[in-house]
């Protein structure tokens, strides 16, 4: 049995037991819901026999043509997370039953679980990196590659500062080094949109911070990072190339390290790099380890129908 609980519940909720990871509290479900309007916030309350009632954060999507039950956990690369009513961490035989219910439940669903916790099996597997703060900064920092470490150095030395920022002008001056970097990758506009930076921040008060890294007072890198209870999650990241020379890169995330360990984060979630060798090197010479997780995707017969006739649509039109 599934019972549907409204953002107001969740944020009372959240008040209390704040998820561990970011994206599985009401702040980036809110924030995505006020962006793309086809979304609502809310928690799933999975019972099955006799279990303890788990509970899966979610967007449900609402369409405007299909009466159809459909939830998402999470878009945008986000994550959810199957939860005891006190709080803790559902275990991996706890969320295959409640993944069962769902399907059972629901028109169709798919969920993401944070990867850092015990999950449903199955789905289609993706990596995440990350780096262990269990054993605190020093034993962190003793994970970081020796280059990696000179190169954060040399950039101090050079006048690189790194620290947040708040207010409308951090949000317009991070965009701008968003659509810079944009256009180095060839892209018309970011895939951030500016709108939901804003209502992240808004939302997500002191745990959704801006960051940057300045040179001469000017911001020449940043990135957008999350907090949960237990993981920072670095959301998104910009740079002005012609700045790389200073290793901007390095400093922030030695910056970042430290401020997740000073806020007792036990992860530092870098998030995937699937298809950039490069980047993925990056947070490997930062001592970030790889860790799979999965994606599990539910679909009854009249959602599978009809995206078949859609594929088929498509296929005629473009082909």
């Known amino acids: 049995m599934i019972e549907r609980l409204d953002s107001t519940w969740w944020l009372e909720y959240d008040r209390a037991h704040p998820a561990p990871t ?14 793309y309007p086809s979304f609502t916030p809310a928690v799933l309350r999975v019972r099955s ?54 399907a059972a439940c629901t028109h169709s669903a798919t969920i993401i679980p944070w990867p850092l916790a015990p999950a449903p099996a199955g789905g289609s597997e993706h990596v995440t990196a990350v780096v262990d703060l269990s054993g605190g900064i ?55 949109r500016r709108h939901l930076i804003e209502a992240l921040v808004r939302h997500g008060g002191r745990d959704v911070e801006i960051w940057f890294a300045r040179a001469d007072g000017r911001a020449i890198a940043g990135g957008v990072v999350f907090y949960g209870s237990e993981e920072l999650f670095f959301w998104s990241a910009a740079m002005l190339s012609e700045f790389g020379r200073l290793r901007p890169s390095n400093a922030l995330n ?12 036990r992860w530092y979630n870098l998030g995937s790099s699937e298809g950039l060798p490069g980047v993925a090197r990056f947070k490997k010479d930062l001592g970030a380890r790889d860790i799979a997780y999965h994606e599990i995707t539910l679909a009854r017969l009249p959602v599978r129908i009809v995206r078949s006739v859609r594929h088929a649509i498509h296929k005629t039109m473009t082909g």
């Open 138 to 192: 020093d034993k962190a920092l003793d994970g970081v590659d020796g280059c990696f470490r000179r190169m954060a150095s040399q950039a101090l030395r050079r006048g690189v500062e790194c620290a947040p920022a708040t207010g409308i002008e951090a949000i317009q001056t991070y965009y701008e080094l968003l659509c810079e970097s944009a256009k180095r990758w060839g892209i018309p506009e970011p895939v951030e």
């Open 49 to 102: 026999g006799g279990m303890e009632p788990i509970l899966v954060p979610v967007l449900e999507h609402r369409s405007k043509t299909l009466r159809l039950r459909r939830f998402n956990a999470f878009p945008l690369g986000g994550y959810t997370c199957f939860l005891h009513e006190d709080g803790t961490v559902a275990s991996q035989r706890e969320c295959d039953r409640a993944i069962r219910e769902i």
């Open 254 to 265: 030695f910056a970042l390290l430290r401020a997740a360990a000073e806020r007792g984060m």
């Open 22 to 35: 970011f994206f599985a509290r009401p702040a980036w479900a809110l924030a995505t819901a006020e962006v």
